[in-house]
């Protein structure tokens, strides 16, 4: 059964950091092109960072370029988001999923199909992040 489970999402404070994590099972993610998507209360799917799997490309959303970083997890099957210099916007729910393709279009609200991202392929359950003092 393919599985993706996230986890790290908190509550923390404006200007803080957090790292959210995400397991693969049932599947090999590590062949995958994969990525993070958000989901804000009353907001559309947002995606906002992919890595590809053929060459480690990355693209990310104006709204979190410079602040968050994707990177595929250090043991198998696993993928990871770095999130610094949080801001309230960011306050969503926050899901790892694997990709048919990384590309602009992931990270491209214009390209979104049914309201998902343009090449969602499985996803998780998700990890809530809060951003408040």
């Known amino acids: 059964q393919v599985q993706l489970v996230e986890s790290g999402g908190d509550l923390v404070q404006p200007g803080g950091s957090l790292r959210l994590s995400c397991l693969a099972s049932g599947f090999t993610l590590d062949l995958y092109s994969r990525g993070w998507f958000r989901q804000a209360p009353g907001k559309e799917r947002e995606g906002i960072a992919c890595?590809?799997?053929?060459?480690?490309?990355?693209y990310y959303s104006d709204s979190v370029k410079g602040r968050f970083t994707v990177s595929r997890g250090d043991a198998k099957n696993t993928m990871s988001l770095e999130m610094n210099s949080l801001k309230p916007e960011d306050t969503a729910v926050y899901y790892c999923?694997?990709?048919?393709?990384?590309?602009?279009?992931?990270?491209?609200?214009?390209?979104?199909?049914?309201?998902?991202?343009?090449?969602?392929?499985?996803w998780g359950k998700g990890t809530p992040v809060t951003v408040s003092s």
């Open positions: 999923a694997s990709l048919l393709a990384c590309s602009r279009k992931f990270v491209d609200p214009l390209s979104s199909v049914a309201g998902r991202p343009y090449g969602l392929d499985y």
């Open positions: 890595i590809s799997s053929s060459d480690s490309s990355t």
